[in-house]
């Protein structure tokens, strides 16, 4: 099994700036990718971004591109999701995933998730 555990949300007022962190433990694959997904009320779970092993391939959703910057401490097994210039559309529940290859945007392409932070944008 894996574990992965989100931190870092909170309250926070439009274009400001959060960093959340998800550290990974447990049977972790080697050469794993990692996943943020977020979760709005009424809505489903969407992609946010995305990381391999290297760090060499990263992927956003257009929605926070050039906002959002996603990073991994390999020592560590941890992951970042730096995000500024924050919108009230930005509020959700965000959660990292993992798999075992390749990254990916589909959420069911993910074995393993976090219980997810709340990160919640006023206007």
């Known amino acids: 099994q894996v574990q992965l555990v989100e931190s870092g949300g909170g309250l926070v007022q439009a274009g400001d700036s959060l960093r959340l962190s998800c550290a990974a433990s447990?049977?972790?694959?080697?050469?794993?990718?990692m996943g943020w997904f977020r979760q709005a009320p009424g809505k489903e779970r969407e992609f946010v971004s995305a990381i391999s092993w290297s760090g060499g391939s990263i992927y956003y959703a257009d929605s926070v591109e050039g906002r959002f910057t996603i990073s991994r401490d390999k020592a560590n097994n941890t992951i970042y999701l730096q995000m500024n210039s924050l919108k009230p559309e930005d509020t959700a529940v965000y959660y990292c995933a993992t798999r075992s290859t390749f990254p990916s945007v589909r959420r069911d392409d993910y074995d393993y998730w976090g219980q997810g932070t709340q990160v919640t944008v006023s206007s």
């Open positions: 447990g049977r972790i694959f080697a050469n794993y990718a």
